[in-house]
């Protein structure tokens, strides 16, 4: 196991379009372009090995070494602050941070604004900067149903193009920060498979500027 | 009765494999009280590694709280005194929470601390010590040092100002190249004032190396004596310094410690599971006058790695 160099995806499309940077740069894995319901992967001659993991949980499994890098969404690490190395902007799954309200209603000042929103510690260092007083509400999914229903006076929650905003007379008032993919590292195995993890680190460095 | 060392855990004989090092190299074993006045963490909370802290009030009335850590008391029971420095070393609980609960946990910590008039030799001698700390355990393992002053001669060139400075610190703990661009192009800090950071931490590895590379740029950054201090702190782990690298992303909390820092890993084991450094900051801020340098073990962290079997 400790041979292998041990890397955590994110479910979904940014995981699977993280895996393709990943084997353009040579770290493939025919296997896990299959379909099917198994969850970790392998290529020894490769030497590496990927799960497949929730995007809330890919920051854990690297901040606990059961995973030596991953990949990250910004909005994970802001949250968590997981104690980890951030190694490179992978420059996908771009979007932002923001505080969206019902169009032209930006809640009254005189109350405490009540805040719905998965990233409940993004909300309140964001709130804490400006001073106003604020209630969180943390919900796991739907955040733009509640402030159509009276729970929330804004959100705070990620925005990409800003449709299911527009489809629910939502609009975004700030924006907290511009989200996008990172690389991640255990501290402790950027240190004994330093090699490996390099290697990884100038692959996608070098993908990341054909892109661009 | 003799006793078998066989029905010892890890940790156990750990502790006491760490208590002899530490006893043969001429500290001191210091015993303290499981408590102490609230006061003193509370003007030093920022030093400490997690917030809660569990208080009580005592029959006198006053708040008390259960040690979340230890260099705090050693510090404020102690005395500056002229001559050697003191030589301590403890192994104790503190009562810290949890970052995965929320909840308070009791953790076992062994350490060291050298105080007085201390000189870049004895902040050798207890690199050695945290060094042969590390050889006790029969896993691989790596210390690795950093120097505060180097880094803060490339920090200082960004800006003085305390907001960016905080934010670029936790983008050099983090290796994190593209958040420190970000954040000094936000800020108005021009290329050429923050790009020789990014390319300090490129600057890491093996000791000799290291040194070689900041030889070739002590001059233009003005870090010459700092330089020759790690020279000579790292000196008495041998020419090779085997298991030992340099890198600078290893920040420390600059409002306390100071010159040389270190961290201790070991393969399989997340994150440090030892950490030191010279902190005289600290001590004045605890009104002192003398110097130190110290270190812990994280003997939590260490639970599940086996002793060296020919201990």
Known sequence: MSDMLNIALPKGRLGEKAYGMLADAGFSCPAIEENGRKLVFEDPEAGVRFFWVKPSDVAIYVERGAADVGIAGKDILLEYEPEVYELLDLGIGKCRMAVAAPCGCRGEERHTLRVATKFPHIAQRYYASTGRDIDIIRLNGSIELAPIVGLSDVIVDIVETGSTLRENNLEVVDTIVPISARLIANKSSFKFKHGAVERILSGLSRRVEEIK | ?311
Not at chain 2, 80 to 100: I, Q
């Open chain 2, 1 to 311: 009765m003799t006793i078998d060392f066989d029905v010892l855990d890890n940790t156990e004989k750990l502790i006491f494999a760490l208590r002899s090092l530490y006893m043969q190299s001429g500290f001191r074993r210091y015993r303290m009280n499981k408590v102490e006045e609230y006061d003193l963490y509370g003007r030093n909370k920022d030093f400490l590694v997690s917030d809660g802290i569990i208080t009580f009030t005592d029959t006198s009335g006053r708040l008390m709280a259960l040690k979340p850590d230890v260099t705090l008391s050693i510090i404020k029971n102690g005395r500056d005194r002229p001559g050697e420095p003191d030589r301590l070393c403890y192994n104790e609980n503190v009562y810290r929470v949890s970052k995965s609960t929320g909840a308070f946990k009791e953790i076992m910590q062994a350490g060291l601390e050298c105080i007085g008039e201390v000189n870049i030799g004895h902040v050798g001698e207890v690199l050695r010590l945290a060094a042969e700390s590390l050889d006790l355990l029969g896993a691989d393992h790596l210390l690795e040092v950093s120097h505060l002053g180097i880094l803060d001669a490339f920090l200082s060139r960004i800006s003085t100002g305390e907001d960016i400075r905080a934010s670029v610190l936790k983008c050099v703990g983090e290796k994190n190249r593209h958040g420190i661009a970000e954040l000094c192009s936000a800020h108005g800090v021009a290329e050429e004032r923050y790009m020789p950071l990014i390319r300090l931490l490129d600057i890491c590895g093996e000791v000799p190396d290291v040194l070689r590379r900041l030889d070739g740029i002590s001059e233009e950054y003005s870090i010459g004596p700092e330089t020759e201090e790690l020279r000579e702190a790292l000196s008495v782990l041998g020419g090779e310094a085997k298991n030992v690298r340099v890198d600078f992303s290893n920040v420390g909390d600059m409002n306390y410690y100071n010159g040389i820092i270190f961290s201790g890993f070991v393969e399989g084991v997340p994150g440090s599971v030892l950490s030191g450094g010279q902190y005289d900051r600290l001590m004045r801020r605890m009104g002192r006058s003398s110097k130190a340098v110290g270190f812990a073990v994280y003997l939590d962290m260490l639970e599940r790695v086996p002793v060296r079997e020919d201990m």
